[in-house]
């Protein structure tokens, strides 16, 4: 395990959580994530969740100038008994039956292939190891750079690219560990729609998604991630979806972050602060239309830093998600948990970013859900 220097304090180092098992994933190749070939193209591309765009988020902060804040650990994979904390029996089963029997397409774009489920596992695994590394002192921020991604799969069944809820299943360990009150911020550019559904009822878990306004996308994607999806229950209130119109960019991001985020997560005290990271929200990246550059990956992680260290002691749990632009996104990661040290310089230049930003729009978008949260929402009202 390469270790940052000593003299770093637990706030000025992250401690990450890989393992190479997790690039057994394969998912093959074809039209984009459909994994058809339409018999007239000589070139079919690599399903957008393919090992190459993690292999590269490690080696950036193994060898990039972030290196030295960086402590590397390794986990097992999780246990079936685990997965049960958020995943219904039945929906594991039927998990471990396909892989039994050699595979199954879950929905579209999401294959369980040979060596799937194994990577499946050690994702969970080495999540719930960063969350249980945080929970007792180890260290304060932990990265668990997992894939299969998790933040759409649902209590009982897959969804996008992802099979098991691995930040859901650290928010449970928190839970039961005896924290009382968890917040959830997801960056990816899509609803992270199953981790909402798994705290759906919940009053000790805030989930706030950031994603890109693209509705419902069919039967293992029902929620639409609109504003009026606000929980049920003693969770009513405690879900808070923020869609964002395609080119929000750095600013918009911002200023979101400022009068929708912040204020929640004041007011709701957070005892573990949870960052779900998903570099498909950049400028470049195949799978969303957000035009976040660097700065604003690094502007984002200063702010959940600053709510870390005013509600939860510092502890911060990061979780990642998707992101496939195969190098851009190795950078925004590497921005992102810049943010996250509160380092005073960025270490690394934007190769690549160039894009006229007109906030005008978002922010009128992100007055409006203020509007209508402040109006529906009691808890964001008064607190």
Same mark, same amino acid.
């Given at each position: 395990?390469?270790?940052?220097?000593?003299?770093?304090?637990?706030?000025?180092?992250?401690?990450?959580?890989?393992?190479?098992?997790?690039?057994? @994933?394969?998912?093959?190749?074809?039209?984009?994530?459909?994994?058809?070939?339409?018999?007239? /193209?000589?070139?079919?591309? !690599?399903?957008?969740?393919?090992?190459?765009?993690?292999?590269?988020? %490690?080696?950036?902060?193994?060898? =990039?100038? +972030?290196?030295?804040?960086?402590?590397?650990?390794? #986990?097992?994979?999780?246990?079936?008994?685990?997965?049960?904390?958020?995943?219904?029996?039945?929906?594991?089963?039927?998990?471990?039956?396909?892989?039994?029997? =050699?595979? !199954?397409?879950?929905?579209?774009?999401?294959?369980?292939?040979?060596?799937?489920?194994?990577?499946?596992?050690?994702?969970? =695994?080495?999540?719930?190891? #960063?969350?249980?590394?945080?929970?007792?002192?180890?260290?304060?921020?932990?990265?668990?750079?997992?894939?299969?991604?998790?933040? @759409?799969?649902?209590?009982?069944?897959? $969804?996008?690219?992802?099979?098991?809820?691995?930040?859901?299943?650290?928010?449970?360990?928190?839970?039961?560990?005896?924290?009382?009150?968890?917040?959830?911020?997801?960056? &990816?550019? @899509?609803?992270?729609?199953?981790?909402?559904?798994?705290?759906?009822?919940?009053? $000790?878990?805030?989930?706030?998604? /950031?994603?890109?306004?693209?509705?419902?996308?069919?039967?293992?994607?029902?929620?639409?991630?609109?504003?009026?999806?606000?929980?049920?229950?003693?969770?009513?209130?405690?879900?808070?979806? +923020?869609?964002?119109?395609?080119?929000?960019? *750095?600013?918009?991001?911002?200023? #979101?972050?400022?009068?929708?985020?912040?204020?929640? %997560?004041?007011?709701?005290?957070?005892?573990?602060?949870?960052?779900?990271?998903?570099?498909?929200?950049?400028?470049?990246?195949?799978?969303?239309?957000?035009?976040?550059?660097? &700065?604003?990956?690094? #502007?984002?992680?200063?702010?959940?830093?600053?709510?870390?260290?005013?509600?939860? =002691?510092?502890?911060?749990?990061?979780?990642?998600?998707?992101?496939?632009?195969?190098?851009?996104?190795?950078?925004?990661?590497?921005?992102?948990?810049?943010? +996250?040290? *509160?380092?005073?310089?960025?270490?690394? %230049? $934007?190769?690549?970013?160039?894009?006229?930003?007109?906030?005008?729009?978002?922010?009128?978008? %992100?007055?409006?859900? !203020?509007?209508?949260?402040?109006?529906?929402?009691?808890?964001?009202?008064?607190?």
């Amino acid at each position: 395990m390469a270790a940052s220097s000593s003299s770093s304090s637990s706030t000025s180092r992250i401690d990450a959580f890989w393992h190479d098992g997790m690039l057994n @994933h394969d998912t093959g190749r074809g039209v984009f994530d459909t994994g058809s070939d339409p018999g007239f /193209l000589d070139v079919l591309e !690599k399903h957008p969740e393919n090992p190459d765009r993690v292999r590269n988020m %490690v080696s950036i902060l193994k060898r =990039g100038p +972030i290196s030295p804040y960086v402590s590397w650990h390794s #986990a097992t994979p999780a246990l079936i008994s685990q997965l049960l904390s958020f995943h219904s029996p039945e929906y594991i089963k039927e998990l471990v039956e396909a892989n039994k029997n =050699g595979g !199954k397409v879950l929905c579209c774009g999401t294959f369980l292939n040979p060596g799937s489920w194994d990577a499946a596992l050690l994702a969970a =695994g080495n999540t719930l190891s #960063a969350m249980k590394h945080v929970l007792d002192g180890k260290g304060k921020i932990a990265y668990a750079l997992v894939r299969p991604p998790g933040h @759409h799969a649902q209590p009982s069944q897959a $969804d996008g690219y992802c099979f098991l809820n691995n930040a859901g299943l650290a928010v449970r360990l928190a839970l039961d560990s005896g924290c009382k009150r968890v917040v959830v911020v997801d960056i &990816d550019v @899509h609803y992270g729609n199953g981790t909402a559904e798994g705290f759906y009822q919940s009053n $000790d878990v805030l989930t706030i998604s /950031l994603h890109m306004n693209h509705g419902s996308w069919g039967p293992s994607h029902p929620q639409s991630g609109s504003v009026d999806e606000l929980g049920e229950g003693e969770g009513y209130g405690y879900n808070m979806n +923020i869609p964002l119109p395609n080119g929000t960019g *750095d600013r918009g991001y911002e200023y #979101a972050m400022t009068e929708l985020v912040v204020p929640a %997560v004041e007011s709701f005290k957070p005892e573990m602060v949870v960052l779900v990271i998903g570099q498909d929200s950049s400028a470049f990246d195949p799978n969303g239309r957000q035009c976040l550059t660097m &700065d604003g990956y690094r #502007a984002i992680g200063q702010t959940i830093r600053g709510l870390a260290d005013r509600h939860s =002691g510092g502890r911060i749990l990061i979780v990642q998600e998707g992101g496939y632009h195969v190098t851009y996104s190795a950078y925004c990661l590497h921005a992102t948990l810049v943010g +996250i040290l *509160d380092l005073p310089d960025p270490l690394l %230049v $934007d190769p690549i970013a160039y894009y006229p930003e007109d906030e005008a729009f978002p922010v009128k978008v %992100v007055d409006s859900i !203020k509007r209508y949260l402040v109006d529906k929402v009691p808890f964001f009202k008064y607190h």
